[in-house]
């Protein structure tokens, strides 16, 4: 028994490492009612994500009703070229080069903002740093030894760590931009932001209409209640 319990200890203990030191999360900012962001986030998610990942319960189609444009909008700026409007954001990778080239086979994102949660792929994206052991050349401060490629680091650049020692051991403590992308800091933390955002709708692209009816239900509930005092009072009349 003694020796179950030391094994279990053990098994926590490289969780209790992660979690007293290292980095906090950082706070999306999510808005589905932000059209605009959106948008963008699906557009930069076909650019930089679609390659390896899909998103297999939406269709090009539902974004142009749900972001509220045309069609065409969303086949010129979204889309990835040959798509058609019915078409659902599948990957072009094939799940074995993938795991060939990876090691593990990108997952579908469709749902990967519910289990993970929209401040921690926020992170996620941003905690890229250079780590010339991995086989990538690349590690990540918020899912260490990950199997994936920065794929924005042409936008954000290269980023390098900072260690400090807590509780004896080495934490990374926070990470510094070692050589600039095409966007500034700024730029970079809105088009993540936007990514984000686009996944939490795919998470539940229903939201956006749930959210609208909301206010039709509730008016219904309201009318029925009138209704039904009204009735109440009509029938205990002739009771009294
Ligand atoms: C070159 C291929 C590739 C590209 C491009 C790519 N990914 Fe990944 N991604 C992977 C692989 C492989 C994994 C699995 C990593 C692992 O489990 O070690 C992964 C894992 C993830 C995870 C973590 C899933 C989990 O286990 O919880 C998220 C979130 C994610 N990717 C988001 C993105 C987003 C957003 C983009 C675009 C900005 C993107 N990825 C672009 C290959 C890719």
Same mark, same amino acid.
Do not use: C, H, Q, W
């Given at each position: 028994m003694k020796k179950l319990l030391q094994s279990c200890l053990l098994l926590l203990m490289p969780l209790g490492v992660f979690a007293s030191g290292g980095i906090e999360l950082d706070s999306a900012d999510i808005d589905l009612t932000d059209k605009a962001s959106l948008e963008n986030g699906a557009h930069l998610y076909v650019q930089y994500c679609l390659g390896c990942h899909?998103?297999?319960?939406?269709?090009y189609l539902n974004l142009a009703d749900d972001f509220e444009v045309e069609q065409q909008e969303i086949l010129d700026?979204?889309?990835?070229?040959?798509?058609?409007?019915?078409?659902? @954001?599948?990957?072009? @990778?094939n799940g074995h080069d993938a795991k060939k080239w990876f090691g593990v086979q990108p997952p579908d994102l469709s749902l990967i903002a519910r289990s993970r949660g929209a401040d921690w792929i926020y992170s996620y994206l941003k905690g890229f740093y250079i780590d010339p052991i991995r086989p990538l050349g690349v590690n990540n401060a918020?899912?260490?030894?990950?199997? @994936?490629?920065?794929?924005?680091w042409k936008l954000q650049g290269n980023q390098k760590p900072v260690y400090k020692k807590i509780d004896g051991q080495e934490a990374i403590t926070e990470l510094v931009l070692e050589e600039p992308g095409t966007m500034n800091a700024e730029e970079f933390d809105k088009s993540v932001n936007d990514i984000v955002n686009f996944l939490v709708y795919a998470g539940e692209p229903a939201q956006l209409e749930r959210q609208s009816m909301g206010k039709y239900v509730l008016f219904f509930i309201l009318l029925f209640g009138v209704i039904a005092y009204l009735l109440k009072k009509e029938y205990w009349k002739d009771v009294h």
């Open positions: 899909s998103t297999k319960y939406i269709r700026k979204v889309a990835p070229e040959g798509a058609g409007i019915y078409d659902k @954001m599948l990957t072009a @990778m918020i899912f260490p030894e990950v199997g @994936m490629p920065n794929p924005l």
